[in-house]
């Protein structure tokens, strides 16, 4: 099958490769000319666990080609994949004028019948629009789909090509089962695709990430009573995620949510139901739930130096949004490095992938280092923020050597408490009780002493 991608990002990018692993021949086009000239390279734009060698492969076979060219991306593919941003506008609404622009760019150009699939994160109703957009451009058959991606950047490559299920929105039977035909191959016999309505296509998507969402705002609530509760949450997750109906997934305690889907979707979300008339309390609580969330973690640290950490230098572990990825938008990260520049801190910031973008935003606001060890030279405390594998188990003799105390701050709960205690670390981490030890020392000596007389 002749398929074109447009917008060839973290989406765009993966789709276009995958498709062009299994025979298809596919064009990806973007209008960001710099990219495609690396893509060209055989440099892949984003860090995806994969990726790069796939791009290579497929491009060497020449099944997979890049370009900035309109003409040449319309006239290429049968099937057209619109994959471009769909940003948050200031009232939390989808920016949609990406996908106008692409959609009117196609209209404009076509000189047979298409089917065009919008893959990007769309409200409810835009596949309605864009076709009333598209008609009048063009006297050729358009058939407009709704295929979301449910692919979760560090592990896109595979959430493609192994899909939970995969869903198909349409209203011309035809154009849906084409759009099937090409995820045969990725789908085996118990894998469900579900051909529904266009509308119910656009409106899982928004939901399922909002559903998820929902459930790292709920353990982050969670953790903030057992905090004062004085109960572990570790502890009490196990009691509550082996009930069967709950499970343990999506319920890791941190620093909120962040990425360039999850703000956005539930926002968006909330505003469509305000458009429709309803009242979205549950979306409203989530979002507001995550901010707050950001900012309990500044409070901590300022807390810990008696609220003013003016002069004070910290070593950040992690400012991508997760761990396998370079994508630091809406990076919960950001927003606490922020606080403590804002409170007069210094930063040093250390990533596996996300630097250069983070270079990008901070430019020499911020130093950077370029491993993790390298950052921790006489800073006051280690502050850990993404999940990265190499930070799971540090060495924590370096780290206490190179500190000027021994203070982390761990934003992913990825050490053990009582460990931390044994080393004499003073640890502050999500929904569990702090470690302080130097004061509990300390306290113990002033016990002492006072036995003592
Ligand atoms: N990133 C994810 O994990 C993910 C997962 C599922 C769904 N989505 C959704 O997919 C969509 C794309 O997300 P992304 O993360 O790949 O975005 P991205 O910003 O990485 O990529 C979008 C690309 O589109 C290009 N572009 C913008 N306007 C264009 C136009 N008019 N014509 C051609 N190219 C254009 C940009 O230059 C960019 O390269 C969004 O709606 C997002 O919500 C993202």
Redesign the pocket.
């Known amino acids: 099958m002749k398929i074109t991608i447009?917008?060839?990002?973290?989406?765009?990018?993966?789709t276009g490769t995958c498709l062009a692993e299994c025979g298809n021949h596919v064009c990806c086009?973007?209008?960001?000319e710099a990219?495609v000239r690396s893509l060209r390279a055989g440099k892949c734009?984003?860090y995806e666990p994969g990726l790069e060698e796939l791009i290579v492969q497929n491009s060497k076979a020449g099944r997979l080609t890049f370009t900035?060219d309109?003409n040449e991306a319309v006239d290429h593919g049968k099937i057209l994949f619109?994959?471009?941003?769909?940003?948050p506008k200031p009232d939390g609404s989808?920016d949609l004028?990406?996908?106008?622009?692409?959609s009117k760019?196609i209209a404009e150009r076509m000189t047979e019948g298409k089917v065009v699939v919008i893959?990007?994160?769309?409200p409810v109703g835009t596949g309605d629009r864009i076709e009333k957009i598209m008609r009048p451009l063009t006297r050729h058959p358009v058939d407009l789909v709704s295929n979301?991606?449910?692919?979760?950047?560090g592990a896109?490559v595979s959430d493609f090509r192994e899909p939970d299920r995969v869903v198909i929105g349409a209203v011309n039977d035809e154009a849906a089962e084409l759009v099937r035909q090409l995820y045969l191959p990725f789908t085996p016999s118990n894998t469900p695709i579900l051909l529904i309505s266009r509308r119910a296509a656009e409106m899982c998507?928004y939901a399922a990430?909002s559903y998820l969402a929902m459930r790292i705002s709920f353990i982050n609530e969670m953790a903030n009573i057992c905090e004062r509760a004085n109960v572990d949450i570790d502890e009490m997750k196990r009691g509550m995620a082996l009930d069967r109906r709950i499970g343990s997934h999506f319920l890791y305690p941190g620093v909120g949510y962040g990425?360039?889907?999850f703000p956005?979707?539930v926002q968006a979300l909330a505003n469509v139901a305000d458009r429709v008339g309803h009242e979205p309390a549950i979306l409203k609580a989530v979002h507001e739930t995550n901010e707050k969330q950001k900012r309990v973690f500044i409070d901590r640290v300022k807390g810990e130096f008696e609220g003013d950490i003016g002069g004070k230098s910290f070593a950040v572990w992690g400012v991508s949004f997760k761990a396998r990825?370079d994508?630091i938008?809406e990076s919960p990260a950001l927003t606490i490095i922020d606080g403590l520049l804002e409170a007069g801190a210094k930063v040093i910031a250390y990533d596996p992938q996300g630097i250069s973008n983070l270079k990008e935003i901070y430019k020499n606001r911020l130093s950077y280092a370029t491993d993790a060890y390298g950052a921790l030279a006489e800073r006051d405390a280690l502050l850990v923020l993404t999940d990265w594998d190499e930070f799971r188990s540090p060495d924590f003799d370096r780290i206490r050597a190179a500190l000027k105390k021994p203070v982390i701050f761990d934003g992913r709960n990825l050490y053990n408490a009582s460990w931390m205690r044994r080393n004499r670390f003073t640890y502050y981490s999500v929904g569990r009780p702090p470690v302080f030890c130097e004061r509990e020392e300390r306290a113990r000596a002033a016990e002492l002493a006072d036995t003592l007389g």
Request: aromatic fraction near 6%; include cysteine.
């Open positions: 447009i917008g060839t990002g973290y989406v765009g990018l993966v086009l973007d209008i960001d990219k734009t984003i900035s309109f619109i994959c471009v941003g769909t940003p989808a004028s990406g996908i106008e622009a692409a760019s893959k990007s994160t769309v979301p991606e449910f692919l979760k950047e896109a998507k990430n990425g360039s889907c956005k979707d990825t994508d938008r």
